[in-house]
Every structure is written in structure tokens, then in C-alpha cells.
């Protein structure tokens, strides 16, 4: 079980997409916008809004979101979590960091250059 806060790390990825949700009637354009020239993030995409079901305090609930993807650097995680933890308005939002094993090389070249 890994514990809130601590991550696996392969010290092979070196990009990594973070995935997040944002509420309908919250700023997700301006959230995104932050993370991005805080240079924690290189883009941030934000979907059109879904219908999400899910379990909390232990009741089932539904909500509208929108799925967030962020393109980031691994060694940006940590500091991109608490970023996160800070501008987001739920108690615990979702923060999945998926690896990117290959991309375009003048794609990741840009990524690495627009991330701090």
C-alpha cells in the first residue's frame, strides 16, 4: 500500500502525464493556466465536462468535471502535487501520474524546455 504523499518512482521515465478532474462550475481554464506558468506543468489539457461516479465517506456520488491531463517532468511530481493540493478546491483531488515511455522527440524536447 503506498501511503498519501509517497509515490513509486522509476528513475527511467523522465515525462509523465498527471491526470486530475476540476468541477464544472469551478475555473479549470485558470487552473491550468497557473500550472503552466509556474512552469510546473508544460501543457494542460482540459476536457469537456463528464459525468463522474464515485464513492466518498461512504456514500456513492455523481458529479460533473472535467478530466484535467498534465504534461509535466518526473521530477516535477512532487511539487506539481502540492501545487495542486493547494489550488484545488477538493478535499482530495484525483492526482494519477501516468509514465510516458516514448514520444516525438521534438515533442519531448519541447516538454523538457517548457518545464522548470
Not at 502525464?17 to 510546473?40: K, N, S
Not at 498534465?70 to 478535499?91: D, F, G, M, N
Request: proline letters at 6%; hydrophobic letters at 45%; one cysteine or more.
Amino acid at each position: 500500500m503506498v501511503k498519501m504523499g509517497a509515490r513509486p518512482h522509476n528513475p527511467d521515465v523522465e515525462f509523465v502525464v498527471v491526470l486530475t478532474t476540476y468541477p464544472v462550475d469551478g475555473d479549470a481554464d485558470a487552473f491550468a493556466r497557473q500550472l503552466v506558468e509556474e512552469r510546473l506543468a508544460a501543457c494542460v489539457n482540459v476536457l469537456p465536462p463528464m459525468r463522474s461516479t464515485y464513492r466518498w465517506q461512504g456514500q456513492v456520488e455523481t458529479a460533473d468535471e472535467r478530466q484535467v491531463l498534465i504534461k509535466t517532468k518526473a521530477a516535477q511530481v512532487a511539487a506539481l502535487e502540492s501545487r495542486v493540493s493547494e489550488l484545488h478546491p477538493y478535499e482530495v483531488p484525483e492526482f494519477v501520474v501516468l509514465a510516458v515511455n516514448a514520444g516525438g522527440a521534438a515533442y519531448l524536447a519541447w516538454l523538457d524546455g517548457s518545464v522548470t
